[in-house]
Every structure is written in structure tokens, then in C-alpha cells.
């Protein structure tokens, strides 16, 4: 019963993530979006610490059933696993027991953790399982949904979109579309010759929740006294991590998948409470707690680190500027790149692969029920620089159109509004400029109050031929809790 269980929650969460990538109307996100939000590593990025903080209780309490259930990535594996598995009837019980390859495992988790603080993100979108899937459903899944649903109609309406497109543009899609079919068969080789391969030795998140699920509460139990070591829970196990030889499961590689339950014809594993947690901790190897405690350690101080950063901004590096509330736009912004907020809508998959890459964590995770999930763009936490160009080299779905840094400083997303109400040189008779100061177009400049007293103080005006909406006047602005100066989208980018 707990292995049906499990694969009916995997599938509907596999099937309700892959329609993600397959919406085109924007009206299954309202409602799946959620799924979406649950993937450990992009609500890492986004920091929803209380989606991390829910996974990791999870996995305390039953182990790593977010790989075996929520994980897209690694129910697509089982699938692939499976469909070998019924291809002749003796590879059924093909697996067998290997030893973890830990260093292996921690080496990818270490230089996951270095590229993520050292702002590598196209290594960490490459080896991050919901980004991984991402670029397979976006660029091989999506692409032959369309198919079938209207070839003519698809091939027309990709002809209008890229048909401005230079031949280094051509360029980028195909290797994109090579990645991803290079990525797709790094993971079905491996899942077809070996089941979870992937999971147990490449995969960050599975490392991560590896070192968690040692010291789950509930997990498989081998009963030594109805085992008859015939060894079949052994060979069914994709994750060959049962040692029938000395009766152990590796709890860092066990998914939860409940395959050696139902395997196991005299009923001797049981999914049940673990009688003592200090007895895994025997079990463990000097190097091996060493090891963890590193990486935790070192992953727990990467984590308070960034959220620490999200927390302080400064103004030119002298004084600590504290955090504003978000203002409410009357349009959205979307990145340069996006033409519109009807294509970005249409277009976008929610796969968070433009939130992982944005260095300044402008893009974020919307929450509202009629884009949930898409990415929208904020200024709380820092500004759209003119220069930066990465959330549109990375959309594999065209919602962030291509753009160079010339055509980016020429497009106007949005243009910035000022309420003199909430300025510090009206409230607190001081002088500022801050916004005019920061502004990367020059879009802003200071006017005397009264101008016809020279000692006057000074108030920002808007030029909004030049404005591009790049949020440095917001971002940087010190009034609280809201700012002065806040930027309003524009249904339609326009190019100045």
C-alpha cells in the first residue's frame, strides 16, 4: 500500500510539474503553480526559507521522499527505470549492493556550494535537478506537445518569433536545445543502466537531503530475525543501498520508494519508527562525519550569508540602508527582453532558471494566482543593471527574449514615479538625492522646492523619455517603510 501510495503522489506531482511546461494559456498555473514553489533548490534561490524549512522536516521525518515523490527530475528516472525493468522479465532484479561513492557525492555538493557563492549559476543550473528537467520539458517535451497539437500553426508562430533573430541568436538555441538533449541522456543512461545513479552521486539536492535523511525518524527496518537472505530486496533496489550481507540500508541513499517492501516475500522490512538514532550514528565512518559536518557547516554559513545579504543594503558602501516594503505597481515589470507582459505570460514556464542567474535578486517568484510562479521583478533587495544581461541568456522558452547590453540600455520597461509625500527632504527637511545620484540614464535631476529661494532644498523630477525602469532609484531610495520613488511596468516595452 505504501509503495501505490507513493507512486500516485509521484505521479501527479510529475504530471502536474511536466503541464507547467506544457501551458501555453497561463490558466494551469493559477492552479498548479504551487508545485512549482515546493522544488527544494528554487525556493532556496528565491529564499522561501519556509518551503526549505517544511522539506527539510520532511525528510527528518520520513526520509528523502521529496526525491521519490516532489522531484520531477527523479520521478522521470523511476520511469525510465521501470520501463527497462519490463523489458525482459530478468531485469526485474538487475541492481545489487555498491558502497556510496561519498567523495564523489561531496565533491559535486562542494563545488555546487562555491559556484552558487561564487555567482556561477550556469553551473548551477546545469547540474540542479528542477533546472535540469526545466531545459528537457521546455526544449524536447514542449516542442512535440505543440506538435501534436498544431504543426502548421507551430511552425508560423515560431517562424514570426524568430525571424529577427541573428544567426549568434540561432547559435544560443541550439546549444540550448543541445544541452538539453545532452542533459536528458546523462540521465536516462544512467537511470536505465543503474535507476538512481544521478541522484546518489551528482545530484546536489540529493546530497544535501542525503545527509539530512541519516537521521530520519521513520525509514525502511530490516527484521534480521524473518530474513532469509534471499537477497530480491537487494536486486530491486535502485538505489543500491541495501547491504544484505550485513543487513544495513544506507539511509543517505534510500529514496523512500518502498520497492524492497513489496519485494520482500516472508515480510521482513518494515517502514516504521528507527529505534535509535545513535545507532546510525555507530555506523558511520570518522571521514565520513568529518566530511558532513564540513559541508554543513559550511552550507548552514553560505545560507546565513546571503540571507544576511539580502537583509543589508548600503548606500555607496558608507551607510546601511534597511529593507522597504514593496510598493504596489499598478502594471508588473518583466525583464528587458520580454516585449510584453502578454508574451512573457505566454511564454514562460516557471522554471526559475532566470531567478537562479540573477545576480541581484530582482526576479523572484510572483504570487499572485493569476501568474503564480512566473518570475516578476521587484527592487526591494537590488536593481536591474543596465549591463546585465543574464536572465535573457538563459530563457530556454522565449518569454526573455535575447538582448545585447546596447539593446538593453535602450529598452524602457518601465518609467519611475515620485511621491513627494513620502521623500525625506519633505518629511524630515533634509537634503538627499540619492535617486538622481544612482540613476544609470540620467533620467532624474533635483529642483529647487521654490525656485524662486536660492537656499531652497532640492526634489527629484522625472524625465520619463529616459527613464528604463531599472529600479537603482528605488532600490536606493531611503525613505520608509515606503519608498519615494517606485517604478511603474509597462504593458508594452518601448525602445528610447
Known amino acids: 500500500m505504501l509503495r501505490k501510495i507513493r507512486i500516485i503522489l509521484a505521479s501527479v506531482f510529475f504530471i502536474g510539474v ?38 527539510v522536516v520532511l525528510t527528518l521525518l520520513f526520509g528523502r ?66 533546472s535540469a528537467y526545466g531545459r528537457i520539458a521546455s526544449n524536447l517535451l514542449a516542442p512535440l506537445y505543440q506538435w501534436g497539437n498544431n504543426f502548421f500553426a507551430w511552425i508560423a508562430e515560431r517562424s514570426e518569433s524568430y525571424a529577427f533573430y541573428s544567426t549568434q541568436v540561432w547559435i544560443k538555441s541550439i546549444a540550448t536545445f543541445a544541452v538539453a538533449v545532452v542533459t536528458f541522456v546523462v540521465v536516462a543512461v544512467l537511470a536505465w543502466k543503474n535507476g538512481r545513479t544521478w541522484c546518489n552521486t551528482i545530484c546536489p539536492v540529493g546530497s544535501v537531503l542525503g545527509l539530512i535523511s541519516k537521521f530520519s525518524i521513520f525509514a525502511p527496518v530490516i527484521d534480521t530475525e524473518k530474513c532469509r537472505n534471499c537477497g530480491l530486496c537487494g536486486k530491486q533496489c535502485k538505489s543500491a543501498c541495501i547491504d544484505m550481507k550485513e543487513h544495513q540500508i544506507d539511509y543517505s541513499r534510500c529514496v523512500a520508494c518502498m520497492d524492497c517492501i513489496e519485494t520482500c516475500k516472508d515480510g521482513a522490512i518494515h517502514y516504521t519508527r528507527r529505534k535509535c538514532l545513535s545507532e546510525c550514528a555507530k555506523n558511520d565512518k570518522p571521514a565520513d562525519s568529518g566530511r558532513r559536518a564540513f559541508v554543513v557547516s559550511a552550507a548552514i554559513a553560505t545560507t546565513a550569508v546571503a540571507a544576511k545579504a539580502q537583509e543589508m543594503k548600503v548606500d555607496g558602501g558608507l551607510a546601511e540602508i534597511s529593507g522597504a516594503q514593496k510598493p504596489e505597481r499598478q502594471t508588473r515589470l518583466v525583464p528587458a527582453g520580454s516585449v510584453s507582459i502578454r508574451n512573457f505570460e505566454q511564454h514562460c514556464t516557471a522554471c526559475q532558471l532566470c531567478v537562479s542567474v540573477c545576480p541581484n535578486q530582482v526576479l523572484r517568484p510572483s504570487t499572485s494566482l493569476m501568474n503564480l510562479m512566473q518570475p516578476e521583478m521587484s527592487y526591494e533587495r537590488g536593481y536591474c543593471r543596465p549591463e546585465c544581461t543574464k536572465c535573457s541568456d538563459v530563457c530556454p522558452a522565449g518569454a526573455i527574449r535575447p538582448v545585447t547590453v546596447e539593446e538593453k540600455s535602450s529598452i524602457q520597461i518601465g518609467h519611475a514615479v515620485v511621491c513627494l509625500d513620502n521623500c525625506v527632504v519633505n518629511v524630515d527637511e533634509v537634503s538627499c538625492g540619492n535617486c538622481a545620484r544612482h540613476c544609470p540614464a540620467g533620467a532624474i535631476r533635483m529642483v529647487r522646492k521654490d525656485p524662486d529661494d536660492p537656499k531652497s532644498l532640492r526634489i ?29 511596468g509597462h504593458e508594452v516595452h518601448k525602445t528610447i
Open 18 to 55: 511536466t503541464l507547467l511546461f506544457l501551458d501555453f494559456t497561463g490558466t494551469i498555473h493559477a492552479w498548479l503553480g504551487w508545485m512549482a514553489k515546493v522544488q527544494f533548490l528554487p525556493a532556496l534561490l528565491a529564499l522561501n526559507f519556509g518551503v526549505v524549512a517544511i522539506l
Open 65 to 130: 521522499v521529496y526525491c521519490s515523490v516532489i522531484c520531477p527530475l527523479g520521478v522521470m528516472q523511476d520511469i525510465i527505470s521501470w520501463i527497462h525493468g519490463k523489458t525482459k522479465k530478468k531485469n526485474r532484479f538487475r541492481f545489487s549492493y555498491s558502497p556510496a561513492k561519498n567523495w564523489l557525492r561531496y565533491s559535486v555538493l562542494a563545488l555546487f556550494v562555491i559556484a552558487l557563492v561564487a555567482g556561477l549559476h550556469s553551473l548551477v543550473a546545469l547540474v540542479a535537478p528542477y
Open 460 to 488: 527629484p523630477v522625472v524625465n520619463e523619455e529616459r527613464c528604463i525602469g531599472c529600479g537603482a532609484c528605488e532600490n536606493l531610495c531611503p525613505a520608509r517603510p515606503f519608498t519615494a520613488i517606485h517604478v511603474e
